[in-house]
């Protein structure tokens, strides 16, 4: 086939009478076992229904098939294949129809250049860990994340010694993780989070000492957490949070300063006092300890975490004093729940300019809301105040953030009208239920997407709303739908 079309080629004038030919431009279309291997798989798949392989077409240059790349100069063999379901907006309804449903054929391996495979949110591939990539000989990148994949992870994975990434994010794994994973010497990047993966970490992890994310959030893992970190020396994610992991945070941990950026151990069952050493962790900039069973007063020197954005330590047992933070750069501070009797909202978290959510639920404040002045209020948006003691009015407060979109201030003596509030336009979540809030309930409620006035003293008829009836029960004279009708006067 080749020889004829080169001929045509040097004629540039017999162009047009090589397309006729069937003759392309294109001097190597895709090599056929490419062709063949990429095929295969398309074959597979059952519904493709936003049409992502549809310019998948035999006899066609497969490294023009969208997610299809290859290398020039590597006898143009395609070298790596990314296929990608579009969300667009925020959540996977947004774009329903960007999925694909089927099984990975296994004569993907026919494709033997192949140094990466990404599939994401492509949502419904289905079968088990795909063994024909023991088959690439090439590959350093596998990411197959938020799919339906499931069984056990293999006993051999360790074969895969030269994975440099391997993140099998978000689908449906289970068992225990294979000690022989220790032989993926070459890991920079380790995703198993949520997953169904149950048992310890192994120790035999200790061995991938070139890791710089490891990622098991989200899976039943159990047992302590090790105590190995010295042999991590370029860590900067540690993501362990919603397992069931017992015990203390290992003193190793200190070790991995001063590389390491984001520690989230929460929605565990840890348990014990904050280390001191957890301060020379200089450069953390996400912290997450919440919902563990940690107690105690927090070391002092935690304020020398200078650069943290993100610090949850909500529902644990902490104690006062709260140490004298300066949180110049925190953007989200979430102290809700421990035994802190705070008083009053931290005046030191007022100079950072870019927090976005502050939640101090049931942190024993006891103020007027009008004597919080926050300085930059137009990059809230989550304010939770719940479960507090908090009085006065909220009017002045709601009417000066912009970008606001939750309120949270159930369970204090707030006391004002609730008819002089504007609410800002972004705001979708209110919950004032609780307080001693009067007067009536404002048209523009109507378009939140979650409500709760119950347990106030408002009155009057409430606007037509999509909201449940528990929204407005126990107040003094709300009535109208979903409420009984109100009494002609
Ligand atoms: C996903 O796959 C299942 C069967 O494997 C099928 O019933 C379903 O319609 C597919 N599509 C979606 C969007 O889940
Ligand atoms: C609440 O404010 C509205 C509008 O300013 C006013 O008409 C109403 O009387 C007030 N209600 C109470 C109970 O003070
Ligand atoms: C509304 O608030 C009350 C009291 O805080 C609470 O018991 C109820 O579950 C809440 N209802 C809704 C629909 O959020």
């Known amino acids: 086939m080749a020889p004829p079309c080169v001929m045509f080629l040097a004629f540039a004038s017999l162009l047009l009478l090589a397309f006729h030919h069937g003759c392309y431009v294109s001097a190597a ?3 056929p076992d490419d062709e063949s291997g990429l095929l295969a798989f398309k074959s597979g798949i059952t519904e493709d229904p936003s049409g992502e392989l549809s310019n998948w077409k035999p006899g066609t240059d497969c490294c023009q098939w969208l997610g299809a790349n290859c290398r020039e100069g590597n006898n143009k063999r395609v070298t790596s294949l990314a296929l990608y379901g579009r969300p667009d907006g925020q959540s996977a309804a947004d774009n329903p129809r960007s999925y694909l449903t089927g099984t990975i054929s296994p004569l993907l391996s026919k494709v033997q250049y192949l140094e990466s495979i990404q599939f994401q949110f492509l949502r419904n591939l289905t079968g088990t860990f795909p063994r024909f990539i023991f088959d690439l ?24 010694s030269r994975l440099r990434t391997l993140s099998l994010a978000r689908n449906r794994f289970s068992g225990s993780i294979p000690s022989s994973i220790s032989q993926l010497t070459q890991l920079h990047h380790l995703g198993l989070g949520e997953n169904l993966l149950s048992g310890p970490i192994p120790d035999d992890l200790r061995q991938l000492k070139g890791l710089r994310f490891l990622l098991l959030d989200g899976n039943q893992l159990s047992g302590e957490i090790p105590n190995f970190w010295k042999s991590f020396p370029n860590l900067e994610s540690l993501i362990l949070s919603n397992n069931k992991f017992t015990g203390g945070i290992p003193t190793s941990i ?3 300063a001063p590389k390491l950026k984001f520690l989230t151990l929460g929605n565990n069952q840890l348990s014990g006092k904050i280390p001191e050493f957890i301060s020379n962790l200089k450069a953390l900039d996400t912290l997450d300890l919440s919902s563990n069973r940690f107690f105690g007063v927090l070391p002092n020197n935690l304020k020398n975490l200078k650069k943290i954005m993100y610090l949850n330590l909500a ?17 989200s501070l979430d102290l809700s729940y421990n035994k802190f009797k705070l008083g009053e909202i931290p005046k030191r978290v007022a100079p950072s300019s870019v927090i976005f959510s502050l939640k101090l639920a049931g942190c024993g404040i006891k103020m007027r809301l009008e004597d919080w002045k926050p300085q930059w209020t137009s990059q809230y948006r989550d304010i ?33 009208n609730l008819s002089d509030i504007k609410l800002p ?9 609780k307080n001693q809030v009067f007067g009536s309930v404002p048209q523009s409620v109507v378009g939140l997407e979650k409500l709760n006035l119950s347990y106030n003293r408002l009155c009057g008829k409430i606007p037509a709303s999509k909201f449940p009836a528990a929204a407005f029960e126990g107040n003094a004279c709300l009535c109208g739908s979903p409420l009984p009708a109100c009494r002609r006067q």
């Open 29 to 31: 279309t895709c090599h």
């Open 137 to 160: 000989p090439k590959l350093v990148t596998f990411s197959i994340e938020d799919n339906k994949l499931s069984g056990p992870l293999p006993a051999d994975i360790g074969r895969l």
């Open 254 to 256: 200190a070790s991995l």
């Open 315 to 331: 529902r644990n047992n902490f104690e006062d004093p709260f140490p004298d933070f300066v949180l110049e750069n925190i953007e």
């Open 384 to 416: 939770d105040l719940s479960d507090n003691e908090i009085s006065g009015s909220a009017v002045n407060l709601l009417n000066s953030i912009e970008n606001l979109e939750g309120f949270w201030a159930s369970g204090n003596q707030l006391k004002f």
């Open 425 to 433: 336009k972004t705001l979708k979540y209110l919950d004032l239920s």
